[in-house]
């Protein structure tokens, strides 16, 4: 056979073997075949590849130049087949993605919907409620906080053991380690008592933050409510009865609660909390004590003429088993699936 027509039989191998290539490209059922095909087509062994060895059986230098200018046309063709290709498989994956996870968010007129609040502040909204209704006032604070609000006013300076409990995060700003994020609500215990004249009696609800990893029972951001009490001869007594007035006008007459000792370096007593459920079951609920004597005293008030008392617990813990939530996370995902059921 010629050399012409050894480049002729050539050629029209490489044109076969290109117009398969792009039949194949074409023909493919998803994007993962596509890859395949792909580093199939690229292996020195492929046939496309194979033809580079036949140039070499060529003696003249411009029918090797036609062979490999036809190889490199064959190759840039594919190239950009498998290119469109891939873009095409894209933008199905993301079509079909954006068709399974899509939400009806069209306001019908012939269908008025209306929100509602979300599962933790109406937690918060009836706790508010109800300490109303046993006569207490509300009272809020900065979420950004100073070390001695926070800490030291408390009954907690810097070498206080119990401040490592907090895990606090605190922010670049004025003298280091001296301005956070409120790691509880007991702040604004000390702002109340130094802005308002006893008697007191005020809640204080809020958001608070730890470092905390987030999980089935903990969140790094967290809701609270505390409560506090300062007046003339006020006893454990008296907290006693109102964790328990508390505990039937929040969860019903069927509920009890009982105080175990603890230990809080703002109260002294302290003590844990826990209600009884119908079924006879006990739940923690949070943290009680007679305010100590020192907190009083960061806050203006004088520990021989007035005595207080304080509790405080969870808030979204209160939802979580208000509604036998499972998992805490789930009330932050903002999945209407999971928001609509409240």
């Given at each position: 056979m010629s050399e012409q027509n050894t480049v002729g039989a050539i050629s029209q191998a490489i044109e076969t073997a290109r117009d398969s290539a792009l039949q194949a490209i074409k023909s493919a059922s998803d994007l993962d075949a596509l890859r395949a095909l792909g580093v199939e087509l690229n292996k020195k062994e492929s046939q496309l590849n194979s033809f580079k060895s036949d140039m070499g059986k060529l003696s003249s230098v411009e029918d090797k130049r036609t062979i490999g200018q036809l190889l490199n046309a064959a190759a840039t063709l594919i190239s950009t087949a498998i290119e469109t290709r891939t873009g095409e498989f894209t933008e199905l994956e993301i079509s079909n993605r954006i068709a399974r996870e899509s939400l009806d968010l069209t306001e019908l007129l012939t269908q008025r919907r209306r929100g509602h609040s979300h599962i933790v502040t109406q937690a918060t909204q009836?706790?508010?409620?109800?300490?109303v209704g046993l006569g207490f006032q509300i009272a809020e604070g900065p979420e950004v906080e100073t070390d001695f609000n926070n800490f030291e006013a408390l009954n907690m300076p810097k070498s206080h053991p119990a401040r490592s409990e907090f895990d606090t995060m605190f922010l670049e700003?004025?003298?280091?380690?001296?301005?956070?994020l409120r790691t509880h609500t007991s702040p604004v215990q000390i702002r109340v008592m130094k802005s308002w004249k006893p008697p007191i009696y005020a809640i204080m609800p809020g958001r608070?933050?730890?470092?905390?990893?987030p999980d089935a029972t903990h969140m790094?951001?967290?809701?609270?409510?505390?409560?506090?009490?300062?007046d003339r001869g006020i006893t454990f007594a008296h907290l006693a009865g109102t964790i328990e007035a508390?505990?039937?006008?929040?969860?019903?007459?069927?509920?009890?609660?009982?105080?175990?000792?603890?230990?809080?370096?703002?109260?002294e007593p302290s003590a844990e909390f826990d209600i009884r459920r119908a079924d006879g079951e006990w739940i923690e609920l949070g943290g009680c004590g007679m305010v100590h004597p020192n907190v009083l005293r960061s806050g203006g008030i004088d520990p021989e003429e007035?005595?207080?008392?304080?509790?405080?617990?969870?808030?979204?813990?209160?939802?979580?088993?208000?509604?036998?939530?499972?998992?805490?996370?789930?009330?932050?995902?903002n999945d209407l699936r999971f928001l609509r059921q409240f």
């Amino acid at each position: 056979m010629s050399e012409q027509n050894t480049v002729g039989a050539i050629s029209q191998a490489i044109e076969t073997a290109r117009d398969s290539a792009l039949q194949a490209i074409k023909s493919a059922s998803d994007l993962d075949a596509l890859r395949a095909l792909g580093v199939e087509l690229n292996k020195k062994e492929s046939q496309l590849n194979s033809f580079k060895s036949d140039m070499g059986k060529l003696s003249s230098v411009e029918d090797k130049r036609t062979i490999g200018q036809l190889l490199n046309a064959a190759a840039t063709l594919i190239s950009t087949a498998i290119e469109t290709r891939t873009g095409e498989f894209t933008e199905l994956e993301i079509s079909n993605r954006i068709a399974r996870e899509s939400l009806d968010l069209t306001e019908l007129l012939t269908q008025r919907r209306r929100g509602h609040s979300h599962i933790v502040t109406q937690a918060t909204q009836r706790l508010e409620d109800v300490f109303v209704g046993l006569g207490f006032q509300i009272a809020e604070g900065p979420e950004v906080e100073t070390d001695f609000n926070n800490f030291e006013a408390l009954n907690m300076p810097k070498s206080h053991p119990a401040r490592s409990e907090f895990d606090t995060m605190f922010l670049e700003y004025g003298e280091p380690g001296s301005v956070l994020l409120r790691t509880h609500t007991s702040p604004v215990q000390i702002r109340v008592m130094k802005s308002w004249k006893p008697p007191i009696y005020a809640i204080m609800p809020g958001r608070v933050f730890r470092r905390d990893t987030p999980d089935a029972t903990h969140m790094p951001v967290f809701h609270q409510i505390e409560g506090l009490v300062v007046d003339r001869g006020i006893t454990f007594a008296h907290l006693a009865g109102t964790i328990e007035a508390f505990t039937k006008a929040f969860f019903g007459d069927d509920f009890s609660s009982r105080l175990r000792p603890s230990f809080f370096p703002f109260t002294e007593p302290s003590a844990e909390f826990d209600i009884r459920r119908a079924d006879g079951e006990w739940i923690e609920l949070g943290g009680c004590g007679m305010v100590h004597p020192n907190v009083l005293r960061s806050g203006g008030i004088d520990p021989e003429e007035f005595t207080g008392f304080a509790f405080g617990f969870g808030i979204d813990r209160m939802a979580k088993e208000r509604h036998k939530v499972g998992d805490i996370r789930e009330m932050y995902t903002n999945d209407l699936r999971f928001l609509r059921q409240f």
